[in-house]
């Protein structure tokens, strides 16, 4: 295998009322080259203009950003050491326990990343995917290594700051995150698998994540983040962008498990080129607050895009996704199912639109949303749209919030299955679907898990 790990990290900064400013951004630059540095000033004048999302604007209706998060009480992550990505970690013993115990939940991978609030501290690849000319890495290093890939993708077409004002924060103060470049006709017949850590209350990481998997390439990516319960809140704040080109075949999933008092904000963009298919699945069990923004664009004839969504909600836990379909060329399929169990007093929102582009002719797009109410105080508001500007085209949308189905409790129940094991087998049938149309190794087990052990102590 080979390795490069990264890294050591500087002081923590200063808190965010004193660093969120444009002498932060230029300090976060000092070592870059011009056309980032570049970047990272115009993201940020993009963030002092434009305002906080506010419950008065329809994507943000049901997520109060001013009362959930408070900025002024969070410090920035510390960055990685300018040079970052020389040293090399030997073995996993370094990380925290907690990382190391969810890695060694996983099965086999064509190369793994470890990060710690942000940072990088460890990456393999093996060396015949390296010999394939696939690259693996952390993306601060990647801005030394392979600037021309970078420079064309990160923070351009796919989510630009101009998305909004966390988008725009994220591209002026990222401090780290993953580079994955698999070239034409690659195959990663293993996933990749990324593993998040954080570490503590009261941080603020920014971090990147950049996918792009040239014509005819095949990969699957498997991006799991998770804590301990906080002692304070934190705020993850992750971007990932994913491009697929003509032919290419992608898969992504991420498994947010964070801890009691995180606030996980998240904008994904999916891109994909004709004949592509590129699917992707977010499961959301942990955070206090999670806010997952997905668009998938299909730009090219033929492309493909399952989306589909898991969450599981307990206590006073808030999700919130918001997706987008995108059909800008025709004879293109996207399919998106979003199911979630919401117990105790959590609160889940789904708002999604399928936007059929003028000339996408022959366009077949369908976005279906679930609800299982578990307590009669658990709620969830599901807005599901359609924006069609042609005339040959199939689409659909349907949304459901609904209690457990007395008929199958009662007939497993008549079976001699006490009442609470009948109740987890109801929900785990109802949120198995959604795993059954991605049964990528290992995710399944882990998620299926997790969920038992929230439904326990329910």
């Known amino acids: 295998m080979t390795e490069a790990s990264v890294i ?3 002081a923590p900064a200063e808190g965010v009322t004193e660093t969120l400013n444009r002498e932060a951004v230029e300090r976060a630059a000092a070592q870059e080259p011009t056309w980032l540095a570049e970047r990272r000033a115009h993201a940020w004048d993009v963030y002092e203009r434009t305002p906080l999302p506010s419950t008065k604007l329809e994507e943000w209706r049901y997520t109060d950003v001013r009362r959930l998060l408070d900025l002024d009480a969070l410090t920035p992550a510390p960055r990685p050491e300018a040079g970052t990505g020389e040293a090399l970690l030997e073995g996993l013993d370094g990380l925290p326990a907690g ?19 942000g940072c990088v501290r460890h990456v393999d690849l093996s060396d015949e995917l390296a010999r394939q000319g696939i690259v693996l890495t952390s993306l601060a290093r990647a801005v030394q290594l392979h600037p021309e890939l970078l420079e064309e993708h990160l923070a351009t077409h796919a989510v630009p700051p101009e998305e909004g004002k966390f988008q725009a924060l994220n591209a002026a103060l990222w401090a780290d995150g993953v580079f994955l470049y698999v070239p034409a006709g690659a195959s990663l017949d293993l996933p990749v698998r990324v593993s998040r850590w954080l570490s503590g209350g009261g941080l603020a990481v920014f971090s990147r994540t950049l996918i792009v998997a040239e014509a005819g390439a095949r990969v699957s990516f498997v991006d799991e983040i998770v804590s301990d319960d906080l002692d304070a809140q934190s705020l993850e704040s992750s971007v990932v962008e994913v491009i697929a080109r003509d032919g290419a075949q992608v898969q992504y999933v991420s498994l947010q498990r964070l801890g009691h008092r995180a606030f ?14 590129l699917d992707t699945l977010n499961v959301s069990l942990g955070a206090s607050v999670a806010r997952v923004d997905l668009n998938a664009r299909l730009l090219g004839p033929g492309a493909n895009s399952d989306m589909l969504g898991l969450y599981f909600g307990d206590g ?51 976005q279906t949303n679930r609800n299982l109410i578990l307590s009669e105080h658990a709620r969830a508001d599901s807005l599901p749209n359609l924006e069609i500007e042609a005339d040959d085209v199939r689409c659909s949308h349907g949304a459901t919030v609904g209690q457990l189905d007395q008929e199958t409790l009662f007939y497993l129940m008549s079976r001699g299955i006490p009442q609470q094991p009948a109740e987890r087998l109801v929900v785990m049938g109802f949120l198995g679907e959604v795993l059954s149309r991605l049964p990528l190794g290992g995710v399944v087990d882990k998620v299926t898990r997790a969920i038992e052990v929230k439904l326990r102590h329910g």
Do not use: C, W
């Open 8 to 10: 050591e990290t500087s």
């Open 99 to 117: 990382l190391r115990a969810v890695m060694a939940e996983d099965r086999e991978a064509a190369g793994h990343v470890a990060i710690v609030d």
């Open 316 to 366: 006073d836990q808030h999700f919130d996704h918001n997706t987008s379909q995108d059909h800008e060329a025709p004879n293109a399929h996207s399919d998106l199912l979003y199911k979630g169990a919401l117990d105790g007093h959590a609160h889940a929102v789904f708002r999604g639109i399928i936007r059929v582009h003028e000339g996408a002719q022959g366009t077949d797009a369908y």
């Open 264 to 277: 996980y904000q998240a904008a994904q963009r999916t891109l994909a080129g004709r004949d592509a298919t």
